[in-house]
């Protein structure tokens, strides 16, 4: 009997030791669980704050590509012709395209449209060859903002003229800037570029 009453004895801290040790396994990896999550939550956390890090430089690199907005351009890409007189007002279609960065000026129509708010420079250089009357006019929308003029008194061929006016324009988005011949003018252009339409943003509002 009392042999047995050991074995019986032994048999139970035996168990009572395995169930420690299962109570202390459990409460291991409760522990390596919690931990994990913590780790998994800072690594969330690092992966938004990446997100919003890139999507900050795509930001960035977008308002930048639409600050940079600037062309120049001339009446014809090669030979020689003479432009007008006209009764009216004629818009002038600069087809030799120097540079259109941004694409804001269209070659087909002559039109400058702003593609941000901002503050623009425009220059506006002709040449007459001959003519009596050499004049165009920078528009704003459907608005005179300046205008460059020269009269000769000489019809001769040989007589040539050139003039120029320069404007800085504050433009909404969708404005447009453009340069109308003006009635009973005559403008030249040839292979040299002579007669030009420059404009770029100076800086956004």
């Known amino acids: 009997m009392e042999t047995r009453l050991r074995a019986s004895e032994h048999k ?17 990896i409760k522990k390596l669980k919690e931990k994990q999550e913590e780790q998994a939550e800072a690594v969330r956390a690092i992966g938004g704050g990446l997100n919003l890090t890139v999507s900050h430089v795509e930001e ?45 000026y269209n070659p087909n129509t002559g039109v400058f449209t702003a593609p941000v708010r901002g503050v623009y420079y425009f220059a506006v250089f002709v040449f007459g060859h001959g003519h009596a009357l050499t004049a165009v006019s920078l528009q704003k929308n459907e608005e005179h903002v300046v205008i460059a003029t020269v009269t000769s008194h000489s019809h001769q061929p040989s007589h040539r003229v050139d003039t120029s006016n320069v404007a800085s ?20 252009d040839s292979y040299n570029h002579l007669t030009t339409l420059s404009g770029h943003l100076l800086f956004p509002m």
Do not use: Q
């Not at 139970?12 to 291991?28: G, Y």
């Open 12 to 28: 139970a801290e035996t168990m009572e030791t395995r169930m420690r040790a299962s109570e202390i396994k459990r409460a291991v």
């Open 60 to 104: 960035l690199r977008r308002e930048r590509e639409e600050r940079r907005v600037s062309f120049s351009a001339s009446l014809v890409t090669s030979g020689s012709e003479t432009f007008g007189p006209f009764s009216g007002p004629t818009t002038l279609i600069y087809r030799h395209v120097f540079t259109n960065t941004g694409n804001a």
């Open 169 to 188: 324009l504050l433009l909404e988005v969708g404005d447009v800037g453009y340069v109308n011949l003006c009635p009973k003018a005559w403008v030249y």
